[in-house]
T-cell receptor, first 114, second 116 residues
Framework: DSGVTQTPKHLITATGQRVTLRCSPR?????VYWYQQSLDQGLQFLIQ???????AKGNILERFSAQQFPDLHSELNLSSLELGDSALYFC?????????????FGPGTRLLVL | AQTVTQSQPEMSVQEAETVTLSCTYD???????LFWYKQPPSRQMILVIR????KQQNATENRFSVNFQKAAKSFSLKISDSQLGDAAMYFC?????????????WGAGTKLIIKP
């Protein structure tokens, strides 16, 4: 158990809908990262927050947004969902945002768009 | 741009034997970090081992060790005494430098099969 929690574990929804994925980092970690993993593929970095502020953006679609709250938990919002958004969404956390930081991953949220 | 290549889509090994997974990367940086993550069928992403590029000594974690060849930009993972629980996808990752916001760059993964 990495100490990173994600809810829900599974999510089934329809095209055009909007969903919110939630992540709680390890105790004491200030940085949160979101990744998308499509079937049988590697991870794609979406976005990073550090202590409430957006730190870096990766291949995140405009239909997706995220935020980190004062208690350091983070939410990833996915809107106007398409079939291709079906994937495993990981949250990871690290103590800070420096280059030597190890990221610890949550169990992921499996999103299925029908 | 930095890239990470895992040239073996799938590897298999007999239980209790040793297997080596390959990873190469491309970078012009001198200081960086490298990681191996394991993703079992549960799809949880688990850190296996990490290596700091400035350290010459290869990292070791129990049955897992790396062969870090900085000049060759190679970072292979050796698993000794393979166990059934080692069956998983293994991803190599490189930590990008400051101008890329230290993001992790991932290889495509190697599927490791353990034969009983």
């Amino acid at each position: 158990d990495s100490g990173v929690t994600q809810t829900p574990k599974h999510l089934i929804t329809a095209t055009g809908q909007r969903v919110t994925l939630r992540c709680s980092p390890r105790s004491g970690d200030l940085s949160v990262y979101w990744y998308q993993q499509s079937l049988d593929q590697g991870l794609q970095f979406l976005i990073q927050y550090y202590n409430g502020e957006e730190r870096a953006k990766g291949n995140i679609l405009e239909r997706f947004s995220a935020q980190q709250f004062p208690d350091l938990h983070s939410e990833l919002n996915l809107s106007s969902l398409e079939l291709g958004d079906s994937a495993l969404y990981f949250c990871a956390s690290s103590v800070n945002a420096g280059d030597g930081e190890t990221q610890y991953f949550g169990p992921g949220t499996r999103l299925l768009v029908l | 741009a930095q890239t990470v290549t895992q040239s073996q889509p799938e590897m298999s090994v007999q239980e209790a034997e040793t297997v080596t997974l390959s990873c190469t990367y491309d970078t012009s940086e001198s200081d960086y970090y490298l990681f191996w993550y394991k993703q079992p069928p549960s799809r949880q992403m688990i850190l296996v081992i990490r290596q700091e590029a400035y350290k010459q000594q290869n990292a070791t974690e129990n049955r897992f060790s790396v062969n870090f060849q900085k000049a060759a930009k190679s970072f292979s993972l050796k698993i000794s005494d393979s166990q059934l629980g080692d069956a998983a996808m293994y991803f190599c990752a490189y930590r990008a430098p400051l101008d890329s916001n230290y993001q992790l760059i991932w290889g495509a993964g190697t599927k490791l099969i353990i034969k009983p």
